[in-house]
């Protein structure tokens, strides 16, 4: 992956105007087309209102509308600077620094890295070849029994394409009717599917898949090609985050931050910079 250092931030984005004319720029590559005038016109930059007119009759158009920054009152460069430092983690970044950071408040800091990781849920398509499928358990309380049946905790299914894409979702159970449809919709017919021995997966093969099991209730780890070690690095890199940086995700909230742990995972090789890839979800 190419580096997007601070530097290149700073020489991209140094001010709100060099952020409004970016996304201008990305909303309009090929320019505006004004209404009244029927046709594309070159559009001059109104400073007092964020917005851009036509130089022709003088109609506007607001670069924000529709985006996550519309009505927001905080400066553009504090959006573009939180997305950036979003990128730039690994595990995440908490709200309470971004309001040392930056000067900002908690709350707002909290609303703007809500807002920015609802661009964060892609649709990854179906998966195919090896997949591995296994649940995991996150928040409540962490004395007394753990994993499955562990008191207070939000059940997350998913899967993992081998050298592929995660797809993750809470769920309100781990039960077959909630596991079965999510493979089913999510996996092309005729891959390999690796799981361990909960019960909850013995339908899989039924729906037309190879299923291939390891027993980790006899510490059975692997087993030739079958394991669940991809799906469980994955996990182990989620609770990390939540727990180090976060601390605790309420369920309301928790699929967002699935969904954010997801996307970087999704797009650690990609030759396009992380938080090139976070403002491409802009438009």
Same mark, same amino acid.
């Given at each position: 992956?190419?580096?997007?250092?601070?530097?290149?931030?700073?020489?991209?984005?140094?001010?709100?105007?060099?952020?409004?004319?970016?996304?201008?720029?990305?909303?309009?590559?090929?320019?505006?087309?004004?209404?009244?005038?029927?046709?594309?016109?070159?559009?001059?930059?109104?400073?007092?209102?964020?917005?851009?007119?036509?130089?022709?009759?003088?109609?506007?158009?607001?670069?924000?509308?529709?985006?996550?920054?519309?009505?927001?009152?905080?400066?553009?460069?504090?959006?573009?600077?939180?997305?950036?430092?979003?990128?730039?983690?690994?595990?995440?970044?908490?709200?309470?620094?971004?309001?040392?950071?930056?000067?900002?408040?908690?709350?707002?800091?909290?609303?703007?890295?809500?807002?920015?990781?609802?661009?964060?849920?892609?649709?990854?398509?179906?998966?195919?070849?090896?997949?591995?499928?296994?649940?995991?358990?996150?928040?409540?309380?962490?004395?007394?029994?753990?994993?499955?049946?562990?008191?207070?905790?939000?059940?997350?299914?998913?899967?993992?394409?081998?050298?592929? &894409?995660?797809?993750?979702?809470?769920?309100?159970?781990?039960?077959? &009717?909630?596991?079965?449809?999510?493979?089913?919709?999510?996996?092309?017919?005729?891959?390999?599917?690796?799981?361990?021995?909960?019960?909850?997966?013995?339908?899989?093969?039924?729906?037309?898949?190879?299923?291939?099991?390891?027993?980790?209730?006899?510490?059975?780890?692997?087993?030739?090609?079958?394991?669940?070690?991809?799906?469980?690095?994955?996990?182990?890199?989620?609770?990390?985050?939540?727990?180090?940086?976060?601390?605790?995700?309420?369920?309301?909230?928790?699929?967002?931050?699935?969904?954010?742990?997801?996307?970087?995972?999704?797009?650690?090789?990609?030759?396009?910079?992380?938080?090139?890839?976070?403002?491409? &979800?802009?438009?």
């Amino acid at each position: 992956m190419e580096k997007y250092t601070t530097k290149d931030f700073e020489r991209d984005f140094p001010s709100d105007d060099a952020c409004m004319d970016w996304l201008f720029n990305i909303r309009y590559p090929e320019g505006v087309y004004c209404p009244k005038c029927d046709k594309v016109t070159k559009h001059h930059r109104i400073k007092a209102r964020s917005s851009y007119s036509c130089d022709i009759c003088g109609s506007q158009v607001y670069p924000t509308a529709g985006t996550i920054f519309h009505k927001s009152s905080t400066p553009l460069k504090v959006w573009f600077q939180v997305m950036y430092r979003m990128a730039s983690t690994r595990c995440g970044i908490s709200a309470k620094q971004i309001q040392r950071e930056t000067g900002v408040t908690y709350k707002t800091a909290w609303r703007m890295f809500k807002q920015i990781r609802s661009l964060l849920d892609e649709n990854c398509g179906t998966v195919k070849g090896e997949v591995e499928a296994d649940e995991t358990y996150i928040g409540g309380k962490h004395s007394g029994t753990r994993g499955r049946g562990a008191e207070g905790k939000t059940p997350v299914i998913g899967i993992a394409q081998r050298h592929g &894409k995660i797809i993750a979702s809470v769920s309100p159970d781990v039960s077959s &009717k909630a596991i079965t449809p999510f493979i089913a919709q999510n996996v092309a017919l005729e891959s390999t599917i690796y799981t361990d021995e909960f019960r909850s997966y013995n339908n899989v093969s039924k729906l037309g898949y190879k299923h291939r099991v390891v027993n980790h209730g006899r510490e059975q780890w692997v087993d030739g090609l079958a394991h669940t070690n991809t799906i469980e690095g994955f996990w182990s890199l989620m609770k990390r985050g939540i727990d180090g940086v976060y601390h605790a995700v309420s369920p309301k909230y928790l699929q967002s931050y699935v969904n954010e742990y997801s996307f970087r995972y999704n797009h650690r090789n990609d030759e396009t910079p992380m938080f090139q890839s976070f403002l491409e &979800k802009l438009v």
